[in-house]
């Protein structure tokens, strides 16, 4: 079994510091938001509709997408337990 893929980038640092994605589909342009989502891993969403041509015919498709940042998942119990921890003296 490989090695699970680390996460090099905080939950902080990604909800603070990640961008909109623009992604196009078919020539229509959807933009992406940062998100965390309800399973503790975080990334970008997007839902929507988009024109698609076939054969000259447009057709309405629907757009749901999830961009999930590998390994943030794994990040939700450290963030958790770095959140309990009581400040360190020093």
């Known amino acids: 079994m490989p090695p699970k ?12 510091k990640a961008e909109p994605l623009k992604i196009d589909i078919a020539g229509h342009v959807v933009i992406a938001d940062p998100r965390e989502f ?25 757009i749901g997408m999830n961009l999930i940042v590998v390994g943030s998942k794994e990040l939700a119990g450290k963030d958790k337990d770095a959140a309990k921890e009581p400040p360190k003296e020093g």
């Open 38 to 62: 309800s399973t503790g891993s975080f990334g970008w969403y997007v839902n929507s509709k988009a024109p698609v041509t076939i054969d000259g015919k447009t057709v309405s498709v629907q």
């Open 5 to 16: 893929t680390l996460c090099p980038i905080t939950r902080a640092d990604f909800l603070a």
